[in-house]
């Protein structure tokens, strides 16, 4: 979870909290109606002849109060399970789960990664969340940063919104800058600031209203946006791409966030593998990560050879027919070995590691486990050339272990019969 935390405080760091965005939106509007009430005091209904004094208020009594602050004095809470409901909360919450939903105040910030997120209750700080299906449900009273599938923004944020994923929909009031980047973006709220949109189609509702400057890129104009916006529109041709401009903060964020989640997805599914095997067959992970440790070189040599050799050897056996099932039983049994041999060499540079840095986590399977799959992981996710190295040598060194492991066990296994 460390990576976790990491990347969502760096991002948290990244903008300051606009905690008076919603205040000043609220206090324009009323002050020019005051001015136009005192320029003709005796006849309250001139102000209708010029066209605007009857177009202002509506922004204004559409704008919601800004909240109270709450308190943001509390310890930070951190959550990981299947589904996860967040009633309470004192600080900050660091969640991550299949299911999260937030059902109680928050009187700091949220960090949210999951399949689904759900905001159901107030949040005083900043929201930063990632998930297939995002929805903000009730206020936030700073800036949110929202990656995913599809985001729906159903109540008032009164800082900034920037958001990218496949479908974006806004029906509801934005007080701070918007920046949002999707296929399909749908905006049926008030938008009360600058706005930036990068789309390929948009769809626009009969109340949305933009305040500000509207600049959009798209594949062709849109008249969407007439008579909506009261600053200037701006549109730049471009093709929606799903591939990240390096001069694009949005898009950088995104790849970042995608990357975060790519590491703690492969370390939350290695370590609970790990994690059942050394409850159930410990031995199995044991025997291969010693032998990893005190013998990498030959590990890694023999476990080169086999890699190669068991994948033609089970394709000959296939394909003589009399013992298919034997075949592809053995490839199947490969593909698993794959995936299971990156433990024996995470676990061999957990116990180095343990024994070298970190000593007071004992010399438990378990604890050599978690430490090595970190930079394990870390590694691996690296693009390109050096996570490709790093996760074949792994996988190498745990292969052939595995088959230094078996080797010994047999020869031992011979011993005891000819005693």
Do not use: C
Not at 156 to 172: D, E, K, Q
Not at 182 to 208: P, Y
Not at 332 to 337: D, K, Q, R, S
Request: no cysteine; hydrophobic share 45%; glycine share 10%.
């Amino acid at each position: 979870m460390s990576a976790f935390v990491w990347a969502w405080a760096w991002l948290a760091a990244a903008a300051p909290l606009p905690r008076d965005v919603g205040t000043e939106d609220v206090d324009v509007e009323p002050t020019e109606q005051v001015e136009g009430a005192e320029a003709e005091p005796s006849e309250p209904a001139e102000p209708a002849d010029t066209g605007q004094a009857s177009d202002e208020p509506a922004p204004a009594a559409r704008a919601e109060p800004e909240p109270p602050p709450l308190p943001q004095t509390g310890s930070p809470t951190f959550l990981a399970g299947d589904q996860i409901e967040v009633p309470k909360a004192e600080g900050d919450v660091f969640a991550t789960a299949r299911i999260v939903n937030i059902t109680g105040p928050l009187p700091d910030n949220g960090f949210l990664l999951g399949q689904t997120v759900e905001v159901s209750e107030e949040v005083q700080g900043d929201v930063l969340v990632m998930g297939q299906s995002v929805r903000i449900k009730a206020p936030v009273r700073g800036d949110v940063y929202a990656v995913g599938e599809e985001i729906r923004v159903d109540a008032p944020i009164y800082g900034t919104l920037y958001t990218a994923g496949n479908r974006v929909m806004i029906a509801s009031d934005i007080y701070g800058e918007v920046e949002a980047s999707a296929r399909e973006i749908e905006m049926s709220g008030v938008l009360h600031s600058d706005t930036s949109f990068r789309f390929a189609t948009v769809k626009v509702g009969d109340n949305a209203r933009v305040d500000g400057n509207l600049n959009y890129v798209a594949p062709r104009p849109s008249n969407s946006f007439d008579g909506i916006t009261k600053g200037d529109v701006s549109f730049k041709l471009g093709d929606f791409d799903v591939d990240v401009d390096p001069t694009d903060p949005l898009g950088m964020l995104q790849s970042l966030l995608w990357w975060v989640v790519g590491i703690i997805r492969s370390y939350v599914g290695l370590i609970a593998v790990g994690a059942i095997m050394l409850a159930f067959a410990s031995p199995f992970v044991r025997g291969p990560s010693k032998v990893a440790a005190e013998q990498p070189v030959m590990s890694a040599a023999l476990g080169f050879v086999a890699a190669i050799v068991t994948p033609v050897a089970a394709s000959i056996a296939i394909l003589l027919f009399v013992t298919i099932p034997l075949g592809v039983i053995a490839l199947a049994l490969y593909g698993v070995g794959l995936y299971i041999v990156q433990l024996f060499a995470a676990s061999a540079l957990g116990h180095a590691m343990n024994r070298r840095f970190f000593p007071s986590l004992g010399t438990g399977d378990f604890a050599a486990l978690a430490t090595g799959l970190v930079p394990l992981v870390v590694l691996s996710a690296i693009p390109q050339f050096v996570g490709t190295v790093v996760w074949l040598l792994a996988t190498f060194v745990g292969f052939g272990a595995l088959w230094l492991h078996w080797r010994d066990e047999a020869r031992d296994r011979r011993r005891s019969r000819k005693k």
